[in-house]
């Protein structure tokens, strides 16, 4: 991930690299055509294999790591997904919500009303397609390649439904729903 928030305006620029195996988290400042290892952070909360680093829409350095016991693979998509859609809905304009495509498909759009996990491989996204009828999209973790997409607010009198924070609040405290509603 390449900085550009301004929680830390030292490292605009700068790239930080997860480090799976060295369960570290790296800062590599870039300058010009130049790179060189600045900072690696391995101490306390970051003492597990780093799996992803995202930047958080207030500059904050989101870090996925292994830990508690081990996740499966269902659960790692599953808060990987949840960061995509909420770094996504940031950047959604005023009359926009989320909807998803599969890469490779013409099955249409899916206007996202939850997401949920099988352990130990599957996810389910949940949610109504463009003629508004119920849909749900069963993927293996092995096979997911998902598109996520601007649609106008389905009600453009309400405020748009933003699903992302709604789905994480209380992903460390609780586990994720299992089935769809």
């Not at 003492?47 to 081990?70: A, F, Y």
């Not at 770094?87 to 099955?107: I, K, R, T």
């Amino acid at each position: 991930m390449i900085y550009s928030g301004s929680a830390f305006p030292e490292w605009v620029g700068d790239a930080f690299v997860p480090a799976l195996s060295g369960q570290s988290l790296i800062r590599v400042d870039i300058d010009g055509t130049s790179a060189t290892a600045a900072d690696q952070w391995s101490d306390g909360p970051l003492g597990e294999r780093l799996r992803e680093v995202e930047q958080g829409p207030d500059g904050t350095i989101w870090v996925l790591q292994d830990g508690g016991g081990g996740k499966s693979p269902a659960r790692w998509a599953y808060e990987r997904v949840l960061l995509y859609i909420r770094n996504f809905e940031e950047q959604l304009g005023a009359g926009q919500e989320v909807a998803m495509g599969f890469a490779g498909s013409d099955a249409g759009v899916l206007r996202i009303e939850g997401l949920g996990y099988f352990d130990p491989d599957i996810l389910t996204f949940y949610g109504r397609g463009e003629d508004g009828l119920r849909s749900q999209i069963i993927q293996h973790v092995t096979q997911l390649n998902v598109l996520l997409r601007a649609v106008p607010a389905a009600a453009p009198e309400d405020p748009p439904r933003r699903i992302g924070f709604r789905l994480a609040a209380g992903l460390e405290d609780e586990p994720a729903p299992q089935i769809a509603p």
